[in-house]
């Protein structure tokens, strides 16, 4: 129905509920006709959005769902500043490239230029797309002046990676050699993914923070192993490390772990700015070790500010908002701040997987919790008697307004059904008793059933299991 054929016109005066435009169904398909009045597209815009879950209950996300006052007027106020303008608002390039460094200087940069090397990026996915790219272009460049072959680049990470390095090898071609995860190798084997390596390989991506099972690989073994590799082939192949979520965890809750810029054949980190580095979305950043590793192809240099700063990124105009919202960040809690705030995320966590661990219908994956997120699944003997999955408990949960994903793990595991929790800034003690009472009692409730659910009975049957899909932070749908 168009607004044309409207007999009640809108006017300033018109009450919201009491307009033809609310009794009309939303534009899905052509721009309507005639416009309406700001509180009523607010309103139509804005009730749409109540049925879904509260970002404080989504457990599912890995992404802010908090910051505080100021930060959030910051950012309020920047909304409408281009960051790409940097005549214009040269002090928010300033402060991203201080960003910069001070990421690379949290990942122990042996870069000694005032201005290190990084990218602001939308997220972990354009950071990974440039570091990928990178790697490639470096290879590629060598192998031209060795006068070999260049067209069949491919890269090595485990089958626990993110869907954005699925994009990176389907956008670039560049072939992705995976390395499988088992029941009794939970990370990234150093060696099997040196065993996929030869000459076209550009990077091995270890990941830190898997996002399926919040496990780290082990980069610093990578790096040992690699060494060994790179002197006896003359290869020289590198690491790139996807740190979406670790990169804001290690540093402050495992300062001696090596698994940035301290490893020699770690060339490049990527991060979320948006996931534990604490800002709301989106922001990521990519870090190379040195000038030198960053492609003169892909940098575009400005020098109106004072100083060099290169320029890297896929977007060309983006928001400058999540620049302010970081640098605040940083001031605003410094070392002790985060290692405070990850701490209390981290012990929520622990809390969480420790009472879950108790439940005799559930076993933990793993022991460790590195990350403040875990995963679990039903227990192997409980499971074999079950009327149920984790996807029952998952619409169960959902009922209560909790969003708790439940999902088969990748290739080689997708017989097993998880169920995960993510912590962040904002996830109290209090919330996860909450969450865990609600799902003791879900549990309780599906106990009692006398019959297979309709999960149940195509997990019986082996078969793909019917249901909704959404986003469990980019952990990969079974391939159709
Ligand atoms: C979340 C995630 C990404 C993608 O990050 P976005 O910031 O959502 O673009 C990449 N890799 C890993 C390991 C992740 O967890």
């Given at each position: 129905m168009e607004t044309k054929d409207q007999k009640r016109p809108e006017t300033a005066e018109t009450p919201i509920y009491g307009s033809d435009k609310m009794l009309t169904p939303a534009p899905e398909q052509y721009l309507p006709q005639m416009p309406t009045t700001g509180e009523i597209a607010y309103r139509m815009v804005k009730d749409e959005t109540y049925a879904q879950t509260q970002p404080m209950l989504n457990f599912a996300t890995f992404v802010t769902t908090y910051m505080d006052d100021y930060a959030t007027n910051l950012m309020n106020e920047a909304i409408n500043i281009n960051y790409i303008d940097e005549t214009e608002y040269p002090r928010i390039a300033k402060m991203s490239g201080r960003c910069i460094n001070i990421l690379a200087n949290l990942w122990h940069t042996p870069e000694k230029n005032q201005w290190k090397t990084g990218a602001l990026a939308g997220g972990s996915s354009e950071a990974c797309m440039l570091g990928g790219v990178a790697a490639w272009l470096r290879w590629r460049d060598k192998r031209k002046a060795a006068g070999k072959p260049y067209d069949k680049p491919n890269f090595v990470i485990s089958t626990g990676f993110q869907v954005v390095w699925e994009k990176f090898a389907q956008l670039w071609q560049i072939e992705m050699r995976t390395v499988p995860l088992t029941r009794e190798k939970t990370t990234l084997d150093p060696e099997a993914a040196l065993k996929m390596c030869d000459e076209n390989t550009i990077c091995i991506v270890p990941i830190l923070g898997v996002t399926w099972t919040g496990l780290n690989d082990d980069v610093e073994a990578l790096d040992k192993a690699l060494e060994a590799y790179n002197k006896k082939t003359g290869y020289d192949v590198p690491i790139h490390v996807d740190a979406a979520s670790g990169g804001f965890i290690a540093p402050f809750l495992q300062p001696d772990l090596k698994w940035d810029f301290r490893l020699k054949w770690v060339l490049s980190i990527s991060t979320s700015g948006h996931k534990f580095g604490l800002v709301y979305p989106g922001l990521g950043w990519v870090i190379w070790k040195?000038?030198?590793?960053?492609p003169s192809t892909m940098s575009f240099s400005v020098n109106y500010l004072g100083a060099e700063i290169a320029q890297v990124g896929l977007n060309f105009s983006r928001p400058a908002a999540q620049v302010l919202g970081q640098y605040y960040q940083f001031i605003r809690l410094g070392f002790k701040g985060y290692k405070d705030i990850q701490y209390n995320s981290m012990e929520v966590t622990r809390y969480a997987h420790s009472e879950i661990g108790k439940m005799k219908q559930f076993k933990n994956y793993s022991p460790d919790v590195v990350n403040p997120l875990f995963i679990w699944s039903l227990d192997d003997d409980y499971n074999k008697k079950a009327k149920w999955t984790l996807f029952d408990l998952q619409d169960k949960l959902q009922r209560s307004g909790w969003m708790v994903p439940a999902y088969t793990l990748p290739d080689n595991l997708t017989d097993i059904v998880v169920m995960r929790i993510v912590c962040r800034q904002g996830t109290s003690r209090d919330t996860i008793d909450m969450l865990l009472a609600d799902i003791r009692s879900c549990v309780e409730e599906l106990e009692k059933l006398e019959y297979p659910t309709e999960t149940r009975i195509s997990y019986e049957k082996g078969e793909k299991i019917k249901h909704r899909i959404f986003n469990h932070g980019g952990c990969r749908k079974e391939k159709k």
């Open positions: 040195d000038r030198q590793y960053l």
